[in-house]
């Protein structure tokens, strides 16, 4: 379990950066300082609803990544609907 937990939170951590050139600074600063304060929920919500909002659109890839981290949080999915997909 303590494996898989340092898994999860090396991924989420790097998460943001994967967004550094469709993101604000502003935005990226903010889901970053929660990131290093291991409030992963905030950084999955920050992220996808800075993407939605800056109607930013993410990889099959990149959506699978956030999904799996939403579903090791056992947090909902549902949010992922609203993001657009790049083609």
Do not use: K, Y
Not at 15 to 29: C, I, M, W
Not at 38 to 43: A, D, K, M, T
Not at 58 to 87: C, F, I, K, N, Y
């Amino acid at each position: 379990m303590r494996v898989e937990h340092r898994e999860l939170a090396r991924a989420i951590r790097c998460l943001p950066e994967r967004f550094t050139d469709r993101l604000p600074d502003r935005a990226l600063q903010r889901i970053s300082i929660a990131a290093s304060g291991g409030q992963w929920q905030q950084v999955l919500d920050d992220l996808i609803g800075s993407l939605h909002a800056h109607n930013q659109p993410v990889t099959a890839e990149e959506r699978d990544q956030l999904r799996a981290a939403l579903e090791a949080l056992s947090l909902p999915t549902g949010p992922l609907h609203d993001l657009d997909m790049r083609h």
